[in-house]
């Protein structure tokens, strides 16, 4: 919206959601009409930028392994509601290495040491 010109990516939503759609106008009344609302806004975009920012990092420091170990600790829900090939997709592997590294994890049933620190 910012810059005005439609987004080179895209979400697949892997379960039923709610969607807002609005227009940059739309926004801005908003503002207007509800002054605390901008504040409340941007103090949950900064929250959502630091998320986005954290798992960028991790796509850059971490294995896919380690990757795997972050998610399961952090949305073990996940696991029985997403199909494999979308978990190894997000954790950017191909379904036949995420079952080697669930595999691996099961064999061992201890954490993994990274291979590297950032």
């Known amino acids: ?14 379960e039923d959601t709610t969607v807002v759609v609005g ?3 739309r926004e801005q009344d908003l503002y207007r009409r509800f002054p605390r609302f901008e ?3 941007r103090r949950v975009m900064q929250k959502v930028l630091a998320e986005q920012q954290e798992r960028f990092a991790s796509y850059l420091t971490d294995g896919p392994e380690q ?7 952090t949305r073990p829900e996940i696991f029985q509601r997403i199909p494999q090939y979308q978990l190894a ?6 379904p036949e290495s995420l ?12 954490p993994v040491t990274p291979r590297w620190k950032a």
Do not use: W
């Open 89 to 94: 997709s997000y954790i950017d592997v191909k």
């Open 1 to 14: 919206m910012m810059n005005g010109t439609p987004a080179d990516h895209f979400l697949v939503c892997a």
């Open 67 to 73: 990757r795997y170990l972050k998610l399961s600790k």
């Open 39 to 41: 504040s409340i806004s």
């Open 99 to 110: 079952s080697r590294i669930r595999k691996r994890i099961a064999t061992r049933g201890k």
């Open 23 to 25: 227009t940059e106008q």
